[in-house]
């Protein structure tokens, strides 16, 4: 290495706090020469890097300077695998020179001795094809493009109380929002290649610096509002909070304690923004109010007229007037404690506003979702099943209909009631007892109550088991976005997406995959979806493919578009943004240079693992036997993993296990006494922490993990399998835990396998069907089932399923299989092999064991790996009887055997290969032993040590190197340049006159001849005419939206190249506005009548970039003195039923013709008014009334 390489590597290693325990040092240049030397020879026709599932879907591109095509990705070692059984040793050195074949034991311990303090290794035939292949990894995902890790995957166990759950973006600020379950975060994206300057909070060590709020309840939904530079957000305890995007301004607070402080989910640091302190400041609430008693703030949307409208359970949906609030965002700060009031009792509750006589058309449901279609200013309100459509000016119900597109009729309203804690009924005299019939009376109801849960608890589980997952689950609405073509998109849980007009006609379904849809993201002609497999596709407006790939391992729950970037959530919490011309020629720059920096952002990792499997026929072990099994080399491991089998029996109890399985119910007595007394044995709570368990009926799977080794150890899930009668009694089966250690992860299986010599077979299958079946449980509180989450995650190219879907087990970087496998010695009397024990004549009895045959013939523990057995067998031996002499005796005489058995499998796809982040766990056999001095049980106690190496990626140095690559790379600045295109185009007109409700067409022009334009038409603010004859300030509403007397249709849009589109603007010269209180209309008057002027932009963009062009047109807005209108106080407006279809909306609306009806009345009424100007009767038009 040279002098310069070694500084600039040390300049870029990260501080010493931020890494964990570390044994060993950074890959050496010529060990990675070598490796990539290696891979440069391998062929193209050699087995591809990932199945066709899993590849991305790139369209074709020719570069003309003679770089790699688009579909070529550097390869990755061939998947070789075994045609026999061989031993191997586990020494590191290269694959190069090593002959597969197979050869006799004499020779693996001769020639390759296991290795200096390791153990030789048998290695099944069968693997390395199939489900049995090592999973594929590499420096960089060959198969996406690379993304820009915002917020590296964090360990769940570290998140707790501050999951992230939504995500919002503004692109002219280059700010990244997030709601957590603690309130709020957002990322500078001008500092998202900068670290962490003294810490970081647990979990988000390799994270972007970002600054966080005040704490607050957890945050269920985002929407920016760029015209008063602020974040509202809508949370869990039913309050609306708003957030100043002006960081530095809003930073007047200490920060607040992190979450957990004082425990493992303390801090390592301080949040900060641009890398702070642990002291660093942090930003507050600009305004908020209690918008919900009860029930949370689940949707939220700005109007095209700047209101905020709200929705919540049972169907609630809510007006927040802007001018309500615009006052409250302008009040001082000694007059703040009338901010909240102001707002509270100025709400509009519309479900309230479209019921007449007690019907109504809206669903009483959940409003999950909000969208403001601001081409045609309407809103859109979504439950589970239904859509309502609503006119954004008038607040006027338009529409409901159903997911089919039917029109739903109107249904009685039923009264809502007050929740009701379920607490016993308040006895009126305490003191006296209960009588006997009050007793039976209670007793009957509690266990009618139980009957009736498990009645429902059981009927939930047989439909699971019969549909896969539940009817309706199929058929739910979870996502709804506007295509900047002014269609709207709704994604369903069973991978449909349904395309809508703006009037709410169904126009097409299509279904590209079938995973839940959980996101749907639109810009310019792309449109981005996100599914619930981890999946994300790039479709044009139209509906087709344009390319896919797998963005995260777990659902894809919220998307942002900005700085030319999508950001992708994900529900663990992990944030990743993709060039928004992904995928394309930029990607492979990008992976290419990333790749060849490998070794700048490789860390190595050791750590000792000690696996231990016991059937302890349902009895209990002493201290002694405990310390003497576990305890006594406890010491020199970080992870302990602890499997049982025949933890408690009994045909009763494996009855009761089964039935509590059905309802997610687990563990015995028995288990937590094993689990307990395990934890004493290993010095639990001083020198280990428990990380996880599991138990089915009668197995049992525990692990520990060392205290210094615990930060870097978590999401941490669990599964079982039951093999017994019908494959549902948990007698026999396997338990697992899948943990995630060093960003690797590892999966424990302990099994117990059918009994009986000749059950040979029997076992097979129950392996195979362990191993294929095995589902590890996803995060508790998530938001998406395990059901949906793990239906169909492989795709081919068109994205339909495949016909291969990996098991969970197959995707591990290293599995180890523990248990009693109940596999025997063959062709051997009783004698023989007692005889061959007592001689120790090891070598010659595993030539009869049947588990070693099977492994040979590739039936069973296909490409696994088992340390060479120098121990007597564990099985069969009295109880309490010590030393060979206590082997079964009795009638039965059964031929001792192997039947406890540890075996594994790492990355390695060949015998011997390095670690590195191809090959990312490595592991070898240190110990392999039974503790032949335990006799509580008729089964020894085995243990096996492993010595593990692992390869992990320092996510903050790659995305250091990625914004180097950005920076100085020429041809990467070139591709970024050229994707910040806009298309030119024209517009016919600058300044517009609108009066006597007239209206006004102008033209835009896309003069690109090659690409869409997208335009997007916005109000910057309108300003008054004073009497002396100047102008007011410009005032923009919320988001930039249009005052209530102009109206634009379309205001978003797509045009074609070369075309034409044209925009309508219509005057309303009077627009009657109603004040309400608590919800309820108190006064009304006329809008403010002088000549006003507001600013109109239209906003071009492309479909690659957030860059805009701008055209600005000034709107005037003139109404002739003659025609103010009076004054008309204290007269309440009837509430008018709602309509359900939209030919129905002008009788409700107030229309021209109306207006012009009504201006008539108020021109002969203002004759009662001579002594007054306009501008008098504007404010006396503006006096409320007692």
Partial sequence: MEPDDEALKAARAPPQQRRGISYSQPLSRDAASARRAALRKHSLDDEHILPASHSLNYPLHHDPSGMAPMGYHPPLPPHQHHPSASYSSNTRRSAGGVSEGSMTLERAMSEYGGGQGTLPEFVGAGGGKGIFRVPLRAAMHPGRP???????????????????????????????????????????????????????RRGDEESAPFCEGMPAPPALCVVVDRA?????????????????????????????????????GGSVGGSSHGGGSNNAPVFREALTWQAYGRTPVLSMVVTSYGEIWSGSEGGIIKAWPYDAIAKSLSLSPEERHMAALLVERAYIDLRNHCTVGNVCSLPAS??????????????????????????ARTRELLKVFGMDGQVESAKLETPVMPEQPMEEEINPNPKAKPSKKDKSQGSLNFFQKSRNALIGAADAVRRVATKGTFVEDNRRTGAVAQVMDGSIW???????????????NRVQEFQHHTSSVQCIKALGERVWVGYASGLIQVMDAEGNIIAGWTGH????????????????????????????????????IIRTELSNKELSYTRMEKINIMVGSWNVAQGKASAESLRSWLGSVASDVGLVVVGLQEVEMGAGFLAISAAKETVGLEGSANGQWWIDNIGKALDEGTSFHRVGSRQLAALLIAAWARKSLKPYVGDVEAAAVPCGLGRAIGNKGGVGLRIRVYDRKMCFVSNHFAAHLEAVSRRNADFDHIYRTMAFNKPHGSTVSATSVQLHRTVNVNGNQVEEVRPDLAEADMIVFLGDFNYRLYGITYDEARDMVSQRSFDWLREKDQLRAEMKAGKVFQGMREGIIKFPPTYKFQKHQPGLGGYDSGEKKRIPAWCDRVLYRDSRSVSVAECSLECPVVASITSYVACMDVTESDHKPVRCTFSVDIARVDELIRRQEYGEIIESNEKVRSLFQDACFVPDTTVSISEITLENQENVVFQITNKCETSKAAFEILCDGQSTKKEDGTKSELLPRASFCF??????????????????????LHHEDFYTQEEFVDGIPQNWWCEDTRDKEAVIRINITG???????????????????SSAPPPMMNQPVAAMPPSNVLASEGHSKRSSKKSQSKHREQQQQQQDYPQFGSSEVHDLCRMRCP
């Fill in 146 to 200: 690379p993304p820009l890790e915002v917020r590296p995957h964090p360990l769940r166990e570290t998140q707790a109380g501050s999951f992230l759950r939504s995500l919002a973006a503004d692109p002219q600020r280059r700010q990244l929002w997030a709601g957590a379950e603690s309130g709020i975060r957002v990322w500078s994206l001008d500092e998202v290649f900068a670290e962490w300057g003294a810490g970081a």
């Fill in 553 to 588: 391992s777990c659902p894809v729950i919220r998307m942002a578009i900005g700085c030319s970037y999508i950001y992708t959530l994900a529900h663990h919490g992990g944030i990743r943004g993709w060039p928004l011309t992904s995928p394309g020629p930029l990607d492979d």
């Fill in 1043 to 1064: 005052p209530l007397w102009l109206e634009v249709q379309p205001a978003v849009g797509l045009i074609k190249p070369g075309e034409t589109v044209e925009i309508t």
């Fill in 1103 to 1121: 479909s690659s970039s957030t860059e805009t062009k701008t055209h600005t047109i000034n709107v005037q807005h003139r109404c002739p003195p």
């Fill in 490 to 504: 709704s994604g369903c849980t069973n991978g449909a997406i349904i395309q809508w007009d703006g009037n709410g």
């Fill in 228 to 264: 008063n530079r602020l974040l509202w957000t809508g949370h869990k305890d039913g309050r609306i909070r708003s957030w100043r995007m002006d960081l530095d301004a809003a930073a007047t607070a200490p920060a607040p304690p992190a979450a957990g402080a004082g425990g493992d």
């Fill in 366 to 391: 959940d409003v999950k979702y909000m969208l403001a279609d601001h081409s045609r200013a309407k809103v859109w309100t979504v439950t589970s099943m239904t859509f309502a459509l609503w006119d």
